[in-house]
C-alpha cells in the first residue's frame, strides 16, 4: 500500500487494523507468559530435587528476555516489524514445547532452555506498544502505547485462570499435569503467531517510512515556499 506524499497521516482503518491485530496478540501472549511464569518455580523444584535450583528457570526466562532486544530490534529495522514479532512468538511456541517434553521427560536444563527461548519471546513482543506507536501522529502515539500495555494487563488477568484447566487436559492427553500451562503458552503464542503474520499488513515499518517521507517533502515545500514569498516581497 503506498500513500501520496502530500499526505503523511495513515489511513485510519490501516490504524484500527494494526492496533487490533497488536492489541489481541499482546492479550494472548501475555496469557501466554503468565501461565508459564505461574509454576515455573515448583517445576524447576521438581524436575531438579531439590529447592535450590527453583530460581534458575525464571532467571534463564531473563537472560533471553534480555539478549534478545538488540539482535530483534536490529532485524526489526532492517526486515520489518511483522517478521520480527513473527520471530519473537515462534520463538515462545518453540520454547513452550520444550518445556512441554522436558517435563514429561524429566529434564531439568531442558526446561532451563524452553524458558530461555519463551523469555526471548517475551523480550521481543515487548516491541509491540512501540510498532503501534509508529502508524499513529505524535500527539497520540503514548495513548496508543498504552492500550498496548493494556492488552497484556488482560492476558496477565485471565492466564492464572486457565492453569487448572490447562492440567486437566494435559493429563487427559497423558502428559503431566505440569505440563499443562506450557501446553496452553504454546497455543496461545501460535495464535498470536497467525494473528501478527495474517493481519499485521501494510508492514508499521513500511507506513513509517511513507509518513516520515512525505513529512520532510512538505516541510522542504513549506520551505522554500517561504523562502520564494519573501523573495518576492
Known sequence: M??????P?????????????????????????????TLMSVIAAHLSGTDGAAGVPPMAMLLGRAVSAYPVGWMMDRLGRRPGLCLGYLLAVIGAGLCVTSIDSGTFWGFCFGSVLM????????QARFVAAEVYPGERQSSVIGVIVFAGTIGAIGGPLLVDPSGALAMGLGSHAYSGPYLAAAISSLAALILTFAF?????????????????????????????SKGSV
Open 200 to 228: 499485521l499488513r501494510p508492514d508499521p515499518l513500511e507506513l513509517d517510512s511513507h509518513a516520515t517521507l512525505a513529512r520532510d517533502t512538505s516541510s522542504s515545500g513549506r520551505s522554500l515556499g517561504s523562502i520564494f
Open 2 to 7: 503506498t500513500y501520496p506524499l502530500a499526505d
Open 119 to 126: 523469555g526471548m519471546g517475551r523480550g521481543v513482543s515487548e
Open 9 to 37: 497521516v495513515v489511513q485510519r482503518s490501516t490504524q484500527l487494523r494494526i492496533t487490533s491485530t497488536l492489541f489481541l496478540s499482546q492479550s494472548l501472549f501475555g496469557a501466554s507468559t503468565i501461565l508459564s511464569f
